[in-house]
């Protein structure tokens, strides 16, 4: 019988080798993940719930689980951490309930300017009510008295509306707040005057993550913000994963149970209702888009890669199970092509690159990194397959940017002493992207991997240790961390690495090809995602997540996907833009573009196999001593 | 214990008096009520099931019974005819599948030449497959097809036909016809060329009785007709007891299935698939029109007697679980007032008042009498309560137009001796409406009453016998009959119809005093409705239905509404014509109208009051002797 056994924390999916019998609560606090207990594991409190797929990995239910569990939770495989005791490797998924300090939201985006321009209106009405001499129906008195008021010419009025009119009219004593989409059609009628209620909802769906806005309609202002991770996880990390997944519609129906868990918790915090939210504005890729919709997405991961419609779409919310006003819209913007999705254009809107002077670059960093190039005179854009290593899936201590992720990192190039920096501040559990770039760049600077990537067997340093043949180096001691054992970079990390920043660096070369531009031609750099946010520019410049153009020029703009459904949201011009856009950006596909292979190849040194292309980087190797006597071979 | 009950039976409304422990089968057979039976009461076929509300009032189910009868059946309240005896009196609901002949239709209308303009188009395409240098999505490669092919401009298409597009198109290996409704939506898309599958279905929701047409969309023609009795009957006979039934959405259901089943029965007809039927238009009184929607109608039975939309409306079939095609449309057409419906705009529609030059008066019998006056200059309607009477019902021996109904009579003026015909040349068993007419104006004719409409007590024959103290004619003896009891018309009868005829006469009064003009202005009179088919519109003028107008004038047009359903079906122009007249036809409130009172009081007199407005029927009367002496004072 084996004496350890490997555990992944889902959603995290931190993963811990632990020894066998432990119990889940301790394992959870070795690997730092976030779980409630407010009895610290005397099986009293109950709230240390999770679940667990293989029941036959731990131990049976205990009498103190009988007791607190409901047979409904039983029957979902609910355990209490503090009773399971692991016997085997399995998967603990840790819900929502149970966790305490929610992870950082790395939702914020930049603010881009808008003209307040609205879709949705209200307006309060005062009618006159029936006589036998005016007997006009109830809806040509609404809108004739519409018309007078406010000059607005017959919009169409949404038939669930007209079924309850009458009632609700004499009810109000004629006095009413009538909510009119797009100036063509009446979607709500309410008693008295209900200007000050008019709310709307930007989301980006991400493959990882979800965020929702809830903004002010009046105000274009944002009221509050809210993310959780994609619920569609345990069904395949990657884009690809979920697309494998036979059942499309329970994918679909996770992700809605997703969008209507952040609008209660939207809706909880601003205190109103979600009635009186009337649009969702919503960006994601063409899969993300897809499953949202529950358009039929098998074609989209086959050759030639179409997706199924373009054009942004205007939906009713009951069509998709999603809880704001039943008659109200939902807009889904437009996207580009199988692999660039709504989420890149609402990058494009929020960057203004579609109306900028400049020549501009973009990465969307994410799972798959999407990347454009251009100004108004034309856009190109690209999709890179650069995975979740930046999230910290795939590698050895990576964990999403929670509390005890360590978020910060330098090495002293003499010493080879690091020094880092954890959220919350507290012991570090695991190592987030941002602290990922910093290594990578860290070592190099340092020598401890060289532009191939690989790690200098003969270094003298105990940081530097060899499990199973391979060179680790540890960046923080077991004495050091929550979970007692050593966080490290292994060898295969900086592959994983490598392999996701070639992604990236070639997906920006082969547009600047295709422009016959350099680096120097570029006036912006865009770097946008999550991730994005908390990344050193320098630092992602110097291990090559992009060609070398000058930092002044390099702009952290956050989440601007989310940034572009607000704009959306709260601008009817936005959304005619948004369209523009979609049909005018040249799609082009790496997979089939002669340059991809070489291209790829080069891209995978760090930062780049031809270094004249990285002069102020080369300097710097120069300068302490680590640049390479014999340059690689340029594919 | 009492020897005798009363039977009603339902759709038809027909009542009986019958011996207790009479059987049902025997019942329906005295009562000439259309009920299978193979076995002839044997207890063998199980064809004569009925439905009875209050099992108390018949005996225990019996072996056979228990044989025969599902519990399904059982607890639905089904019984065997030949089982069921008679203990006391009750209603007897006769399933459509207990019926061996189906009622006379009386669905045929007018026909009324319009050019051939569906909304609904159908175009075949053959897509070019995406390749790596064309990868479109799939609904941008359709809408630019259609662009390039048909010169259509990119029309919305609905979202469930996105959702399955993909697999659709590429089974169809990208040969495919595009259904699009008003050249603004794709509807449907299907794999092949599918152009000759394009049926509409035009439908007339009347009070008592449901007509609906099949048409085929690429020619304009009629494949089939059906018709049922409205459903709703059970839950109250004319339109107040409806809106006062508590329930709306109840009756909504029911006239839903009722939809459904002539929907069913029509493509079993013409062999097609209800998916092929794009589009339906329906007609119907205000308050058919409210239930069919599921509109809230508590309004329109309360002063001032306001609908709740009085605008034409399209609406998804699945909102209302009409089972044509369920991306297809369903409009139903505008109304005019709370008491005039869109029924009415379909006969203004059909007759062409709206765009005569003639003066038209048009009568549209029901159960409610909508009168309109006008021409292309302006049309004046309004609503009468004639009530059920010429249907029927609340007339001692009336029945609907089934076999066995007389359904014309004349009395010789001298020996009284009566002369009748009957539906199929059966044995008679009731009275239908076109015979109704024809009694009162040969019982004037011939003196058995008087123009108050009192039966003569003078009168020596042996066809005048006297129950209870009043008057009664026998028309049919029980020799005759297939009921074995005399078929009669009462005093009590006659005054019923007085009110009905009453009803009518002083809608088309006030209004042709409204509009200033005689009956000798009066240039066209159409007698429209499902019984107007049927009626001697000589025998209709002498009782005083409709003002003394030169026979000449008058049109029967039978089911004008349901001509007028047809043609919106087909021709979008006339659509719009249905909105404008909707919107131009004044409409004048009966109720309110302070000549109303004296008018109706007037035209209760058989034919009317004042006789100088009857010159041909005072003519006749005087010629056959029995103008009164002593004309009535005139109101």
């Known amino acids: 019988m084996k004496q350890e056994s490997e555990v992944i924390f889902q959603p995290e999916g931190k993963h811990i080798s632990v020894k066998n ?22 099986g009293i409190c109950g709230k240390c ?128 707040t009538v909510t009119i989409w797009d100036d063509e059609k009446i979607i709500d009628v309410e008693s008295g005057d209900q200007r000050d209620s008019n709310f709307g909802f930007a989301f980006d769906i991400g493959t990882t993550k979800l965020a929702g806005y809830l903004l002010d309609l009046n105000t274009g202002k944002v009221d509050a913000v809210d993310s959780l991770m994609n619920p569609q996880i345990p069904f395949g990390e990657d884009v690809i994963a979920r697309i494998a997944y036979e059942d499309h519609s329970e994918l679909q129906s996770v992700v809605i149970e997703g969008v209507n868990q952040i609008l209660y918790n939207l809706c909880n915090k601003d205190g109103i209702n979600a009635n009186s939210v009337y649009e969702m504005t ?9 499953l949202f919709l529950n ?78 190039l251009g100004n108004r005179d034309g856009i190109l854009a690209c999709s890179c397959a650069s995975g979740p290593a930046f999230e910290g899936a795939h590698i050895k201590h990576g964990m999403r940017a929670a509390s005890g992720a360590i978020e910060r990192v330098i090495i002293d190039p003499k010493t080879l ?107 912006q750099v865009f770097i946008a995602g999550a991730f994005g946010s908390y990344i050193d520019p320098e630092n992602a410049r110097i291990i090559g997540m992009y060609p070398e153009i000058s930092l002044e020029k390099v702009r952290v703009v956050g989440n601007a996907a989310g940034t572009g459904a607000r704009m959306a949201l709260i601008s009817k011009k936005i959304r005619k833009i948004a369209e523009d856009v979609s049909k005018k950006v040249e799609y082009i ?16 040194y760090i930062p780049y196999a031809d270094l ?13 001593g680590f640049y390479p006597k014999k340059p690689p071979h340029v594919m």
Request: hydrophobic share 40%.
């Open 49 to 176: 719930k999770v679940i667990i797929e293989n029941m036959a990995r731990v131990n049976p239910l205990t009498k103190v689980e009988e007791k607190i569990l409901t047979s409904e939770e039983v029957s979902k495989g609910y355990r209490l951490a503090c009773q399971a005791k692991i016997h085997e490797s399995l998967v603990i998924n840790i819900p929502e309930t149970s966790r305490t300090g929610r992870q950082r939201l790395q939702i914020e985006g930049i603010e881009t300017p808008v003209k307040l321009e609205p879709l949705i209106k209200k307006y309060f009405l005062k009618l006159p009510p029936p006589t036998l001499k005016d007997s006009r129906s109830d809806h040509d008195r609404l809108l004739e008295e519409l018309q007078k008021k406010y000059n607005l010419k017959a919009p169409e009025v949404e038939f669930e509306v007209i079924k309850n009119l009458a009632p609700l009219l004499r009810n109000a004593k004629w006095e009413v």
């Open 589 to 604: 596909e790496l997979a089939t573009n002669p340059r991809f292979q070489s291209e790829f190849m080069n891209s995978n």
């Open 612 to 624: 004249r292309k990285y002069p102020e980087t080369s300097r710097l190797l120069k300068k302490i």
């Open 21 to 42: 019998g432990t119990n889940i609560l301790e394992v959870a606090t070795l690997a730092g993940v976030d779980l409630t207990s407010i009895c610290r594991g005397q």
């Open 295 to 372: 358009i039929n997405l098998k074609y989209v991961a086959l050759s030639p890669y179409t997706p199924v419609i373009r054009e942004g779409i205007d939906i009713n919310p009951k069509k998709l199970g999603v809880k704001i006003n039943p008659n109200g819209n939902i807009h889904v913007l437009p996207l580009i092509a199988g692999f660039v999705g709504a989420d890149n254009v609402a990058v494009i809107l929020a960057t203004e690159i579609y109306k900028s002077k400049k020549l501009c670059l973009a990465l969307d960093i994410g799972t798959n990194t999407e990347v454009v």
């Open 417 to 523: 002493e690091v020094k880092y920096q954890t959220i919350n501040n507290t012991k570090p559990c695991g190592i987030c992207g941002s602290a990922i770039v910093d290594l990578i760049a860290e070592m190099l600077k340092a020598g401890i991997i060289d532009i191939c990537g690989t790690i200098n067997r003969n270094l003298n340093s105990q940081r530097l240790i060899e499990k199973q043949g391979l060179k680790e180096f540890v960046i923080a001691q077991g004495g050091e961390t929550s979970t007692g054992g050593d966080i490290v970079i292994t060898q295969r990390d900086v592959r994983e690495i490598q392999l996701a920043k070639a992604a990236m660096h070639t997906g920006a070369a082969i547009l600047m090809k295709k422009a016959k531009v350099t680096g120097e031609d570029i006036d």
């Open 282 to 290: 919503a960006v994601g890729n063409t899969a993300m888009h897809h």
